[in-house]
């Protein structure tokens, strides 16, 4: 047996981030897909992060968020969990893999918690997923639900659109919450409804394109830090233009390759 200590993790757990809500304290919630940005993030204090299937789109260079697979979606939120020691951690659930029944959907997230040490699971859904999500808290997997536009029924939705059905929107947060999500991520809502599912609700709303009464925001890293290429969506803010800086600097450096500047003595050897 190991006589090395187990190792502590500090990370935010899943009831410190609902009593966020009663405290009035905002949650921030920021995508990250690896090793490095995860450390990166988690460093400068966001609260939570979500290993979202976004991957699919931001790092795997696909048009939606339906190819990734959930191997892959393990393999990237491991690297994630390892750099992470105060964020709680995050991870979507790929399509389809919480479509194919309550046995099914807890086998694969079970498969997220115990193979990438992530402390929670997301799934895009309410009323129609409660069965799904009281079934996964039964097993003891804490479940973030994700209503509004839905990327990952983009064929059916016929696009990214905001979604406006009121009725549909407050029902589907409701049976979330009854279900026994512990937060639900609302993407591209209009403001008021956002708000008015903040009040209705007891467990944190996380905003996305839903204006700034919910408990919390999240956004795609890769948006916010201005490495998305193409198309951004007007709910984003570009905190930072680090594709500027990253072509800068690879620019510079293969002309000075060609102009043999680098390396300069103090890179070489004697
Ligand atoms: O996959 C993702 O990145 C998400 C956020 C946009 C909420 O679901």
Known sequence: MSTQPAKRSARLTVPQFVARKAEGKKLS???AYDYPMAQLVDQAGVDAILVGDTLSMVVQGHDSTIPVTLDEMIYHAEMVTRAVSTALVIVDMPFPSNLLGVHEAIRNAGRILKETGAQAVKLEGGADQAEVISGLVNAGIPVMAHIGLRPQLVHQMGGYKVQRDHERLLNDAQA????GAFGIVLECIPKEYAAEITKLI???TIGIGAGNECDGQVLVLNDMLGL???HV???VKQYATIRDTI???VRQYCEEVQSGDFPGPEHSFR
């Open 233 to 235: 969506p007007k709910f």
């Open 247 to 249: 072509s800068d600097a």
């Open 202 to 204: 007891p467990i944190p």
């Open 228 to 230: 998305t290429t193409g």
């Open 176 to 179: 979330a919450a009854d279900a």
């Open 29 to 31: 919630v920021l995508t």
